[in-house]
């Protein structure tokens, strides 16, 4: 099964950590990183897809991708 996970965050190093952190349970970058301005919170904010492929396991909407 293939899944695909959006992260996002803010422009700071905790974003960066995040990404690290699911790089390290093996997800994989997909893509280029987003970048955009929060006009709520009047900040900027990252964004970064991510995949993974897991064997021996089918999908179903409610399992939470980032424990897999």
């Given amino acids: 099964m ?3 996970r959006f992260l996002t965050g803010p422009d700071d190093s905790s974003f ?4 690290t952190a699911a790089l390290n ?3 994989h ?9 929060d ?3 009047k900040t900027m904010r ?3 897809a991510v995949f993974k492929e897991v064997e021996g396991k089918d999908y ?3 399992m939470k991708l980032g424990e897999q």
């Fill in 2 to 4: 293939k899944l695909y």
């Fill in 16 to 19: 960066c950590h995040k990404v």
């Fill in 25 to 27: 349970k093996g997800w």
């Fill in 29 to 37: 970058i997909y893509g280029s990183p987003t970048y955009a301005f």
């Fill in 39 to 41: 006009a709520e919170t």
């Fill in 46 to 48: 990252c964004g970064q």
């Fill in 60 to 62: 179903h909407p409610d």
